[in-house]
């Protein structure tokens, strides 16, 4: 396997085999582009049938703080947001024992559809709306479930808190801690200083729902003909907090106000209008500014290397400076 990143660990034939032994045998299978933390490959077995199996990092020292134990995180939510009935994975098979191969696999439903990030500019205008406003409406669908805890579930809650504000300053402490230990520089004073500011907004989500954190472009399957949403991927980021934070969570690189279409389905769904006074602003901000954080600090662990590492910094950096002015720290 060729193009994978230090924290990718790609399964040959002979281990696909044994993993997907329940399932059938590999008559073929390749690498998905597109991921950036774990490997996903495509695997065809006799039958037919296509499915994914994602593998675990296999350098648990690359692993930021937050995302030890992210398969089985996946796994767990994958289950629970089946009864919704929108396009997601099905859980077909798992091994989280090591002890078929090195590292822990997940094996899933294999999605149809073109990733968005690749159709996008080839779509009509109006496609583009009607995936953002489905987006909006499946973001709002996992806000009906709950959790026991605020946070990531990953490694049995071990950032989580009873409380939002607790949780944020646990994860935020965590990617300070992060970044000092890859020699980044993600401001750590003026982090901090954010959790304080917006510590009294954090306060008002009293509810631990079901949050996709990371549902960007790239985690979106469509129709590019239609726009329609045909798989909601990666779940491993998935967390339960603030519904907020899923509307921020494909619009890092921004200091502005969310998409209007995908506020559309998501104010569809819900039967309610999103009020984003101060305190919502407040909160949106600091998710920001910690995704950010760990964007910057997650080049070294992953090895990114390319010409578009200038502008990745740049964004954040421009983006940063205006949501520290939000936060007025």
């Known amino acids: 396997m060729t193009?994978?990143?230090?924290?990718?660990?790609?399964?040959?034939?002979?281990?696909?085999?044994?993993v997907l032994?329940?399932?059938?045998?590999?008559?073929?299978?390749?690498?998905?582009?597109?991921?950036?933390?774990?490997?996903?490959?495509?695997?065809?077995?006799?039958?037919g049938e296509t499915v994914a199996v994602k593998t675990s990092v296999p350098d648990t020292r690359r692993l930021l703080g937050y995302?030890?134990?992210?398969?089985r995180s996946e796994r767990d939510h994958l289950r629970l947001v089946e009864p919704l009935g929108l396009p997601t994975p099905r859980v077909?098979?798992?091994?989280?024992?090591?002890?078929?191969?090195?590292?822990?696999?997940?094996?899933?439903?294999?999605?149809?559809?073109?990733?968005?990030d690749s159709a996008t500019d080839v779509m009509s205008p109006a496609s583009n709306a009607r995936t953002f406003h489905q987006?909006?409406?499946?973001?709002?669908?996992?806000?009906?479930?709950?959790?026991?805890l605020f946070g990531f579930p990953a490694d049995g809650f071990r950032l989580g808190d009873a409380?939002?504000?607790?949780?944020?300053?646990?994860?935020?402490?965590?990617?300070?801690?992060?970044a000092a230990a890859w020699g980044v520089d993600v401001q750590p004073r003026r982090l901090l200083a954010a959790v304080e500011a917006a510590e009294a907004a954090l306060a008002q989500v009293a509810e631990p729902t079901l949050v996709h954190a990371d549902l960007w472009h790239g985690n979106v399957l469509v129709d590019p003909q239609t726009g329609d949403v045909t798989g909601i991927v990666d779940f491993e980021r998935s967390l339960f907090g603030d519904p907020l934070w899923g509307l921020a969570g494909g619009e890092t690189h921004s200091a502005g106000p969310f998409d209007?279409?995908?506020?559309?389905?998501?104010?569809?769904?819900?039967?309610?209008?999103?009020?984003m006074d101060r305190?919502?602003?407040?909160?949106?901000?600091?998710?920001?500014?910690?995704?950010?954080?760990v964007q910057l600090t997650e080049i070294a662990p992953r090895g990114f290397t390319g010409d578009w590492l200038d502008g990745h910094r740049a964004s954040i950096r421009a983006n940063r400076g205006r949501l520290y002015a939000i936060l007025d720290v």
Do not use: C, I
């Open 3 to 18: 193009d994978l990143l230090p924290t990718q660990r790609a399964l040959t034939r002979e281990e696909l085999n044994a």
């Open 135 to 148: 987006v909006g409406e499946a973001l709002a669908a996992f806000g009906t479930l709950h959790g026991p």
């Open 92 to 116: 077909l098979h798992e091994d989280l024992t090591r002890a078929t191969v090195d590292v822990e696999v997940l094996v899933m439903s294999l999605l149809p559809g073109m990733p968005w």
């Open 21 to 47: 032994a329940p399932l059938g045998t590999v008559t073929d299978h390749w690498l998905l582009s597109g991921g950036t933390f774990s490997a996903v490959q495509g695997v065809e077995l006799t039958g």
């Open 67 to 71: 995302e030890h134990d992210m398969l």
């Open 163 to 178: 409380t939002w504000p607790g949780f944020l300053r646990r994860l935020v402490d965590s990617a300070v801690d992060d």
């Open 279 to 293: 305190d919502a602003e407040l909160r949106v901000a600091l998710y920001r500014l910690w995704s950010m954080a």
């Open 260 to 275: 209007a279409d995908k506020m559309r389905g998501f104010e569809a769904a819900t039967g309610q209008r999103l009020v």
